[in-house]
């Protein structure tokens, strides 16, 4: 785990990527007809290297830069290119205030459509 260290006129902050996972989790999951999915950690395990990964969010801290591959379920009917573009946006926004970071760049996957149960039956 991979940390981002800033050093404050008292000592030192240090900011795990697992912290910076979170927030970015919890913002994504803000965006309508978003959710983060745990369904492709498979994927991102065997392709990154980390076992045992319990959400579809991968961080690289490189200095004061982070780097964001997130992979996510939309509802159906939703415009996917336009929420996706709201979700780099809340991330980003969300990533940047929480921990003065730059943020490089937010990729977005789009691994499985939901159906609304309700409308389903219609």
Known sequence: MKEEEKTLGTGNVKISEDVVASIVTIAANEVEGVAVTP???LDFAERWGKK??????RVTLEEKTVAIELCVQMTYGIKIPQTALKVQQKVKMA?????GL???NINVTVSGVSFDKEKKGE
């Open 95 to 99: 990533v940047e205030s929480m921990t």
């Open 52 to 57: 045992g990964m319990g959400r579809g969010v």
């Open 39 to 41: 369904a492709s950690a």
């Open 102 to 104: 730059t943020v490089r």
